[in-house]
Antibody
Framework: EVLLEESGGGLVQPGGSLRLSCVASGFTFNRHEMNWVRQAPGKGLEWISYISTSGSTIFYADSVKDRFIISRDSARNSIFLQMNSLRAEDTALYYC?????????????????WGQGTMVTVSS | DIQMVQSPSTLSASVGDRVTITCRASQSISNWLAWYQQKPGKAPKLLIYKASSLENGVPSRFSGSGSGTEFTLTISTLQPDDFATYYCQQYNGYSWTFGQGTKVEVK
């Protein structure tokens, strides 16, 4: 079964840190670019970070730049999101998501696999 | 940054209706647009990619069109399972932006 499973969420005080993990199974993890997307309660989707297959190319949304760090570990089929200097507005459900590719291995541009999400609450 | 604006924000419809949702980009994105369906408590599901290509396993009543800055998602005959929130998403060189969402609700 093809699966993405996030963990590491929880309650943290403003200014604190948290590290999220996303473990992949059922597909060749090393061939896929990965992303983190979040959704505040009752709100829409917000892309926040991308990492290439090798981990050498990384991008962030302006809202998290200089505070969050994305990484990946091919040996553990995992990506991570180190979140520092957390703010109330970072409260959200955090999803990891896989970039979709066609059978000829051209990017579809969208995300074809998502985890179930892990909830992060920033509050004192 | 490229902004995406969907309309309407809420759409009331009945089973069997033809439904159209519009997404507008703040600058040209060629055909790098995807559509997702999200149900409460669930992760988004990819429906359409590259503006008009149907993702594997998605019913053919869903279709997408457009290029440049104007895009549409059409559900030809609304089914009970289609009541959900729909999001467009643009891709522009390692940056993605979602529209604010369109909730399709029962009329």
């Amino acid at each position: 079964e093809v699966l993405l499973e996030e963990s590491g969420g929880g309650l943290v005080q403003p200014g604190g840190s948290l590290r999220l993990s996303c473990v992949a199974s059922g597909f060749t993890f090393n061939r896929h670019e990965m992303n983190w997307v979040r959704q505040a309660p009752g709100k829409g989707l917000e892309w926040i970070s991308y990492i290439s297959t090798s981990g050498s190319t990384i991008f962030y949304a302006d809202s998290v730049k200089d505070r969050f760090i994305i990484s990946r570990d091919s040996a553990r089929n995992s990506i991570f999101l180190q979140m520092n200097s957390l703010r109330a507005e970072d409260t959200a459900l955090y999803y990891c998501a896989r970039v979709a590719y066609s059978s000829s291995w051209s990017s579809k541009g969208g995300f074809d696999m998502w985890g179930q999400g892990t909830m992060v609450t920033v509050s004192s | 940054d490229i902004q995406m604006v969907q309309s309407p924000s809420t759409l009331s419809a009945s089973v069997g209706d033809r439904v159209t949702i519009t997404c507008r980009a703040s600058q040209s994105i060629s055909n790098w647009l995807a559509w997702y369906q999200q149900k409460p408590g669930k992760a988004p599901k990819l429906l359409i990619y590259k503006a008009s290509s149907l993702e594997n396993g998605v019913p053919s009543r869903f279709s997408g069109s457009g290029s440049g800055t104007e895009f549409t998602l059409t559900i030809s005959t609304l089914q009970p399972d289609d009541f959900a929130t729909y999001y467009c998403q643009q891709y522009n060189g390692y940056s993605w932006t979602f529209g604010q969402g369109t909730k399709v609700e029962v009329k």
